[in-house]
C-alpha cells in the first residue's frame, strides 16, 4: 500500500513539475497561457486531449461522491480537481488510499 501512495505521490509530483515548467516557459516565444490554449482547442488532437482530461475529472469528481461519507467533504475534495486538475487528484488518492482500500473490498459497496 505505501509503494503505491510513494507511486501515486511522485506521479503527482511529476505533474506539478510540468505545470511548473509550462507556467515560467518563454512566453514571449510561445505566447501566454490563453494564447497557447487557443492554438490547442483548434486542433483535433488538442480538443480530444481537454475532452479526455475533463472526462476523468468528472470520473474522479464521481468516485469522491461514492466514497466520502459527507456531502460536504466530497465537494470540497472533488470540486478543486476541475482548477488544480490531477495534481489534487493524487494528493486525495496518497490522503484516502488506505480508507478506500478498506470501502472497495466490502462486498456491498457502494449500497453500504
Known amino acids: 500500500m505505501n509503494v503505491l501512495r510513494a507511486a501515486i505521490a511522485i506521479c503527482g509530483l511529476a505533474l506539478l513539475g510540468l505545470v511548473l515548467w509550462a507556467a515560467f516557459a518563454l512566453q514571449d516565444l510561445h505566447g501566454s497561457f490563453f494564447d497557447q490554449f487557443a ?31 459527507s456531502w460536504l467533504v466530497a465537494a470540497l475534495w472533488a470540486a478543486p480537481v476541475f ?11 496518497v490522503i484516502r488510499l488506505p480508507h478506500l482500500a478498506r470501502q472497495l473490498s466490502k462486498p456491498s459497496w457502494p449500497a453500504s
Request: negative net charge; aromatic residues 20%.
Open 39 to 69: 492554438v490547442v482547442i483548434t486542433l483535433p488532437w488538442g480538443t480530444t486531449a481537454l475532452a479526455d482530461l475533463y472526462v476523468g475529472f468528472i470520473l474522479f469528481a464521481t468516485l469522491v461522491f461514492l466514497t466520502e461519507r
Open 83 to 93: 482548477v488544480i486538475g490531477n495534481i489534487w487528484a493524487a494528493l486525495w488518492f
